[in-house]
């Protein structure tokens, strides 16, 4: 014949099976929380839909020169010759024409005088990763 | 506690070990400079920096030959060079002492090729600034010597320098040579690292927006807005590109 538990026993396990099940889900959060924490992770800066690393992308922004023509957030000097770009992901048209979305800004960044023929703005003879990393950023400007 | 020594002997052995040690990181790093000098054979090299408030005119000469050009000092690396400084009274610090003086000219020598920064000080009034200084090999400066010396071509697209009005500042020998105003001479504008003096990076994005507005980029900048025609922008900032 099978040992039933005793009432306490009972209670035992049950307790032990819900402290367990609470240290997994909390462990795993703060697992969860560590990594992101070593992996610099902010869901702000990693918009839906685009591929690129905006980190690196905030960096080509400046390297690349663009903060010479457009206002970017934090940028000094403030360059007033194009439009400023403080909310640019909110826009819903690129130069008026094209919509907002990373295909297009992509392109836009590499080969502007192709898109909209004339524009001011030049062809700085970006590659394909960097305008993915630009456009990654640029969707983050709320 | 036993103590060989009082309180106040203690104090006073730390503060001159202190004080011997400041001399002695001094002296040697006056004694490295001496010696850097010594070793440096002469160039011939003078550089007379006209400091025209926002930019740097230089007029370089050796021997019987000279050039004028801005903003981006070249030096043979290893060489005695000598830099005549025309303008307000100014003491120029290195990264580890004051450059020394002769004759009210400054002698520089760099010890190896690269990028230098130079902070130069003016006593009034007070004010520092930024000056790069780039040190080349002695047969690659031979080069960069003799190129800069050539007048730039009046071909392709030089007439835009002419046409936007470029010419009515800044000079392109070969090109346009008579200013009415004086801006940075541009005859071998594409060579250099930097623009608006030495704040931006010479690059096409920097370039245009610089072109453009420079006003916006630069406090106190004397170049006017260029509304150009955006193509005659882009085929501007090109031709400046290819002035090597």
Same mark, same amino acid.
Not at chain 2, 186 to 195: C, D, E, N, Q, V
């Given at each position: 014949?099978?040992?039933?538990?005793?009432?306490?026993?009972?209670?035992?396990?049950?307790?032990?099976?819900?402290?367990?099940?609470?240290?997994?889900?909390?462990?795993?959060?703060?697992?969860?929380?560590?990594?992101?924490?070593?992996?610099?992770?902010?869901?702000?800066?990693?918009?839906?839909?685009?591929?690129?690393?905006?980190?690196?992308?905030?960096?080509?922004?400046?390297?690349?020169?663009? &903060?010479?023509?457009? +206002?970017? #957030?934090?940028?000094?000097?403030? @360059?007033?010759?194009? /439009?400023? =770009? $403080?909310?640019?992901?909110?826009?819903?048209?690129?130069?008026?024409?094209?919509?907002?979305?990373?295909?297009?800004? &992509?392109?836009?960044? +590499?080969? #502007?005088?192709?898109?909209?023929? @004339?524009?001011?703005? /030049?062809? =700085? $003879?970006?590659?394909?990763?960097?305008?993915?990393?630009?456009?990654?950023?640029?969707?983050?400007?709320? | 506690?036993?103590r060989s020594h009082s309180r106040w002997t203690n104090r006073a052995l730390a503060v001159s070990a202190l004080v011997i040690l400041v001399a002695?990181?001094?002296?040697?790093?006056?004694?490295?400079?001496?010696?850097?000098?010594?070793?440096?054979?002469?160039?011939?090299?003078?550089?007379?920096?006209?400091?025209?408030?926002?930019?740097?005119?230089?007029?370089?000469?050796?021997?019987?030959?000279?050039?004028?050009?801005?903003?981006?000092?070249?030096?043979?690396?290893?060489?005695?060079?000598?830099?005549?400084?025309?303008?307000?009274?100014?003491?120029?610090?290195?990264?580890?002492?004051?450059?020394?003086?002769?004759?009210?000219?400054?002698?520089?020598?760099?010890?190896?090729?690269?990028?230098?920064?130079?902070?130069?000080?003016?006593?009034?009034?007070?004010?520092?600034?930024?000056?790069?200084?780039?040190?080349?090999?002695?047969?690659?400066?031979?080069?960069?010597?003799?190129?800069?010396?050539?007048?730039?071509?009046?071909?392709?697209?030089?007439?835009?320098?002419?046409?936007?009005?470029?010419?009515?500042?800044?000079?392109?020998?070969?090109?346009?040579?008579?200013?009415?105003?004086?801006?940075?001479?541009?005859?071998?504008?594409?060579?250099?690292?930097?623009?608006?003096?030495?704040?931006?990076?010479?690059?096409?994005?920097?370039?245009?927006?610089?072109?453009?507005?420079?006003?916006?980029?630069?406090?106190?900048?004397?170049?006017?807005?260029?509304?150009?025609?955006?193509?005659?922008?882009?085929?501007?900032?090109?031709?400046?590109?290819?002035?090597?």
């Amino acid at each position: 014949l099978k040992k039933l538990p005793t009432a306490h026993e009972y209670h035992l396990a049950g307790c032990l099976g819900f402290c367990a099940a609470g240290v997994i889900i909390v462990g795993a959060l703060m697992l969860f929380a560590a990594y992101a924490i070593w992996a610099d992770w902010n869901p702000a800066l990693e918009p839906v839909g685009y591929i690129g690393n905006a980190k690196r992308g905030e960096r080509l922004i400046s390297a690349y020169g663009c &903060t010479s023509c457009h +206002e970017l #957030p934090g940028s000094d000097p403030k @360059g007033l010759v194009g /439009p400023p =770009l $403080n909310q640019i992901a909110s826009q819903s048209y690129l130069a008026g024409h094209f919509a907002n979305h990373e295909i297009w800004m &992509t392109q836009w960044l +590499e080969h #502007p005088q192709e898109l909209k023929p @004339g524009t001011a703005m /030049p062809d =700085l $003879n970006v590659q394909r990763r960097d305008a993915l990393d630009m456009a990654a950023y640029l969707a983050t400007l709320r | 506690v036993a103590r060989s020594h009082s309180r106040w002997t203690n104090r006073a052995l730390a503060v001159s070990a202190l004080v011997i040690l400041v001399a002695f990181v001094s002296i040697a790093g006056d004694l490295y400079a001496m010696i850097v000098g010594r070793g440096a054979g002469k160039s011939a090299v003078t550089i007379h920096i006209n400091d025209m408030g926002q930019w740097w005119q230089l007029v370089y000469e050796r021997g019987g030959a000279s050039f004028i050009a801005a903003n981006e000092v070249h030096v043979p690396a290893g060489r005695r060079v000598t830099i005549a400084w025309n303008g307000p009274p100014v003491t120029v610090w290195r990264s580890r002492e004051f450059l020394p003086q002769e004759g009210g000219r400054f002698v520089f020598v760099a010890d190896r090729p690269g990028f230098q920064d130079l902070r130069v000080l003016a006593i009034w009034p007070p004010n520092m600034r930024r000056l790069t200084i780039v040190a080349d090999r002695p047969d690659d400066f031979d080069k960069w010597f003799a190129n800069q010396m050539r007048p730039a071509a009046n071909r392709g697209d030089a007439f835009l320098f002419t046409s936007a009005g470029c010419d009515l500042c800044h000079v392109v020998r070969g090109v346009a040579v008579e200013p009415s105003m004086l801006a940075p001479d541009l005859t071998h504008f594409g060579s250099r690292h930097t623009i608006a003096a030495i704040d931006l990076p010479n690059n096409r994005g920097d370039l245009s927006g610089w072109i453009v507005n420079s006003r916006a980029l630069k406090h106190g900048s004397e170049m006017p807005e260029n509304n150009l025609d955006a193509a005659v922008l882009h085929r501007l900032v090109t031709y400046l590109e290819s002035l090597r």
